[in-house]
């Protein structure tokens, strides 16, 4: 899949970063969601059943670990690509986003073309997971 064909969601309590992340990738994407926090995030994925997710860290209601896990866990969401936004640092993310079935992430504050380079790893993850899944 490109990611002119994607539907992707954002998923963070910072306004400023949803405003930044949806304006930059209405220009690429074929879909943009957002969230406010964990709980609305969990019900736009279900509902929704968006290709991407970025996923921030620390949101209210559920965090996005949580989330991360039970997209993992759920039967039926395998072909959703998540992305991490974290303040926790380049270690802690190599340690955890595995953990937890995270495609990539990404350290705050970051660049908007290292958003784009992440998504389109997580986009490839992502077709090798429903490829092989089929």
Not at 19 to 45: K, P, Q, Y
Not at 82 to 99: F, K, S
Request: net charge negative; aromatic share 4%; hydrophobic share 45%.
């Amino acid at each position: 899949m490109s990611i002119e064909k994607a539907t992707v969601l954002i998923a963070d309590d910072d306004p400023d970063i949803r405003r930044i992340l949806r304006t930059h990738l209405e220009e690429h994407c074929g879909s943009v969601l957002v969230a406010a926090n964990g709980d609305e995030a969990l019900e736009t994925i279900l509902v929704e059943q968006p290709d991407l997710v970025i996923l921030d860290v620390m949101m209210p209601g559920l965090n996005g670990w949580e989330i991360c896990r039970y997209v993992r866990e759920k039967e039926g969401l395998g072909h959703v690509g998540i992305l991490m936004l974290t303040a926790i640092g380049q270690e802690v993310n190599a340690m955890t986003a595995p953990l937890y079935g995270a495609d990539e992430y990404l350290d705050k504050p970051f660049l908007l073309d290292a958003v784009d380079e992440a998504l389109e790893r997580v986009l490839s993850i992502r077709d090798e997971r429903v490829a092989a899944s089929d």
